[in-house]
């Protein structure tokens, strides 16, 4: 079984500060880690995934996370936020050689920029 | 390239009546999954279709249900429509490899509001 849990449900930070946002999974076997983005009122945006080609992944936008297999975690940084970045992340995980359709989701952290 | 396209994007329905959501993926892509997202449950997964057959199913009333196509076209049907069925309902695609694993690409959803 898996799941994931996304430590804070809102983060605030100010327009250039770094930008931390914590995921923790939980999976019985190696996992494939996403994670999203949702603008009000729109879907879901890719801004990385993880598959074990490496450990510290590059997204869009300057997003970044490291898998840590010992702390089972995923969290997502940028160095430098962006009023823009201003939105709801959500952190995900399926079973690597599983169905890959059936993602498990974070609640999701609001994240706000202060100007 | 196109992106997932979900119809209709927002509808007003009465509770007891039945509605029909539709997706088209990614061309090429084979799978299909759909998501639904409430403030108080978050995202949880309905099911995936893969090549016309349905792959995997949530945990939810047989009132929901879905099909694929063979140009892998989706529909998804929710009969007897209750107010908790308020939702924004997103659809995702995938071509999916066992080596790199699936980038999972969402639509921007379908409003449907019971009244």
């Known amino acids: 079984a898996q799941s994931v849990t996304q430590l804070g449900s809102h983060v605030s930070v100010s327009e250039g500060a770094l930008v931390l946002l914590r995921c923790n999974y939980s999976s019985s076997v190696p996992p494939y880690l996403f994670w999203y983005v949702q603008y009000p009122n729109q879907g879901l945006q890719l801004l990385l995934k993880y598959t074990s080609a490496a450990t510290l992944v590059k997204g869009i936008n300057g997003f970044e996370a490291e898998f840590k297999k010992s702390e089972t975690s995923f969290h997502l940084t940028k160095p430098s936020a962006h009023m823009s970045d201003a939105a709801e992340y959500f952190c995900a995980v399926s079973a690597k050689g599983g169905s890959q359709g059936n993602l498990i989701f974070g609640k999701g952290t609001k994240l706000s920029v202060k100007p | 390239k196109a992106g997932v396209t979900q119809t209709p994007r927002y509808l007003i329905k009465t509770r007891g009546q039945q509605v029909t959501l539709s997706c088209s993926p990614i061309s090429g892509h084979r799978s299909v999954s759909w998501y639904q997202q409430t403030p108080g449950q978050g995202l949880q997964f309905l099911f995936e279709?893969?090549?016309?057959?349905?792959?995997n199913k949530g945990n939810f009333p047989g009132r929901f249900s879905g099909r694929q196509f063979s140009n892998s076209r989706s529909e998804m049907n929710v009969s007897t429509l209750e107010l908790g069925d308020s939702a924004l309902y997103l659809c995702a695609s995938s071509f999916e490899s066992a080596s790199t694993g699936n980038t999972i690409y969402f639509g921007e959803g379908s409003w449907l509001t019971v009244v």
């Open positions: 279709y893969f090549s016309e057959t349905q792959r």
